[in-house]
């Protein structure tokens, strides 16, 4: 099966900073690329979708770019409540791999 | 708006059976693909599989193929997911999905607040 990776697997960062998270699928997967947004306890949250689509409703500091093999998801000005764990998934055949997340925590 | 409410979880024994049940409002049930997605006490989330729309595909991660069933009833709007042969790996926070379709690129866009099951003896 394919595997998905993330880069850092944890940062470190304060209000306002910007942030980027890296993902790379094994093989090339177009387009067919999301993002999670999760909080402790609770489900995770979609953000982005398509690779670079945002989700109706999320903020337009998350943004997301990429394609084939390699994206990325990054929040523009990070604010106090962006900090959250943070998965891609594939999404072009089964199985729907997430990748391992990407912890924000504040610095 | 649409919700999914997840129910059945608890604890069990290895090598029991399990059934989990999401009970679905707010949306045309019978027009989306569903999911089950885990996650084991302080790690990743884990893709269990997936089911579509009229019920007559479904796909399951290797680690529970064989021993997981996926199913559901549109006339209830509801999706099943059946365990059998549990082992303590399976013991996570299960959730059902909502897939956004096509023109959401098969995004997970909704998901239930997730059911506690516990594999112990």
């Known amino acids: 099966d394919m595997q998905m990776t993330q880069s850092p697997s944890a940062v470190s960062a304060s209000v306002g900073d910007r942030v980027t998270i890296t993902c790379r699928a094994s093989?090339?997967?177009?387009?067919?690329l999301a993002w999670y947004q999760q909080k402790p306890g609770k489900a995770p949250k979609l953000l982005i979708y398509?690779?670079?689509i945002l989700q109706s409703g999320v903020p337009s500091r998350f943004s997301g770019s990429g394609s084939g093999t390699d994206f990325s998801l990054t929040i523009s000005s990070l604010q106090p409540e962006d900090f959250a764990t943070y998965y891609c998934q594939k999404a072009n055949s089964f199985p729907f791999t997430f990748g391992p997340g990407t912890k924000v925590d504040i610095k | 708006q649409v919700q999914l409410v997840e129910s059945g979880g608890g604890v069990v024994q290895p090598g029991r059976s399990l059934r989990l049940s999401c009970a679905a409002s707010?949306?045309?049930?019978?027009?989306?693909?569903l999911h089950w997605v885990r996650q084991a006490p302080g790690k990743g989330l884990e893709w269990v599989a997936v089911?579509?729309?009229?019920?007559?595909?479904?796909y399951y991660a290797a680690s529970v193929k064989g021993r997981f069933t996926i199913s559901r009833d549109n006339s209830k709007s509801t999706l099943y997911l059946q365990m059998n042969s549990l082992r303590a790996e399976d013991t996570a926070l299960y959730f059902c999905?909502?897939?956004?379709?096509?023109?959401?690129?098969?995004?997970?866009?909704?998901w239930g607040q997730g059911t506690l099951v516990t594999v112990s003896s």
């Open positions: 093989q090339g997967i177009g387009s067919w």
């Open positions: 999905a909502k897939d956004g379709g096509g023109s959401g690129w098969h995004s997970f866009d909704y």
């Open positions: 707010g949306f045309i049930f019978s027009s989306y693909d």
């Open positions: 398509g690779a670079s």
């Open positions: 089911i579509s729309y009229d019920g007559n595909t479904q």
